[in-house]
């Protein structure tokens, strides 16, 4: 079946800025997950979804970012007032809890970039 | 917190030899994941192994776990196993949905 999808792929934006980016998780997968991968280094955990609700929110780095899961399906991260540091690619991975070990599948990124 | 270190940061091989990619890491884990990052950047799950040993085709990982480390073995290394292998844990009693990673290894095999 479809993988992970994430769009849009490339996000260019000005400091201050709004941005929001969204992820299509595996169908059926009940747990949705955001990381962030700035150049040179792995994937850093933001936030952690079992259904509709933020099971672990304990990597968003500030109130600036944000992120929804309404249906429990698709989720959108928001970035608010947007900062140069924040370039970086946005990663979402999806599992079943549970199944298949809790393996997680990622999609191709979001590649962010704050000028 | 947990920290993830992998061994060595960097690797170059010529195709068909093998190698051994390590991973430490600090704390008890109940969740360990091998990834390769292709060079598009697209992460591909490669093991889900917190203990024990797995074998795929070319491919096998074993991790200790009372030693608090992981290996990944890559047999006969072709130019498409290029990219970036990380490390990924869950802390012992963390939440299950925080992947720790390590910095990686980057691999490039020559042909």
Redesign the interface.
């Known amino acids: 079946g479809a993988g992970v999808s994430q769009t849009p792929s490339n996000k260019v934006t000005e400091k201050g800025k709004y941005v929001e980016l969204r992820c299509d998780p595996i169908s059926g997968h009940t ?1 949705l ?1 955001w ?1 962030r991968q700035s150049l ?6 933001l936030i ?1 979804f ?1 259904g509709t609700g933020a ?2 929110d ?2 968003l780095p500030n109130d600036r970012f944000f992120a929804v899961r309404p249906e429990g399906s698709v989720s959108t991260l928001k970035i608010q007032r947007t900062e140069r540091g924040d370039s970086a ?1 946005y ?1 979402c ?1 999806s599992s079943l ?1 549970g199944q ?7 999609g ?2 979001t590649r962010l970039t704050v000028l | 917190g947990i920290q993830v270190e992998q061994s060595p940061p960097d690797l170059i091989l010529q195709e068909g030899a093998n190698s051994t990619l390590r991973c430490n890491f600090s704390d008890s884990v109940n969740n360990l994941q091998w990834f390769h990052q292709n060079p598009w950047g697209q992460l591909i799950n490669l093991f889900y192994i917190p203990s024990g040993t797995k074998q795929n085709g070319r491919l096998s990982a074993t991790t200790v776990a009372t030693e608090r480390y992981s290996l990944l073995y890559i047999s006969s290394s072709q130019t498409t196993d290029s990219g970036v292998y990380f490390c990924a844990v869950v802390r012992y009693g963390g939440s299950q949905g925080n992947l720790i990673f390590g910095k990686g290894t980057k691999l490039s095999v020559k042909p």
Not at chain 1, 40 to 45: K, S
Not at chain 1, 100 to 106: C, L, P
């Open positions: 747990a997950y990381y040179g280094q792995g994937p850093e955990f952690y079992q099971a672990d304990s990597g690619v990663l991975a809890p298949v070990q809790d393996t997680q599948y990622f191709p990124g």
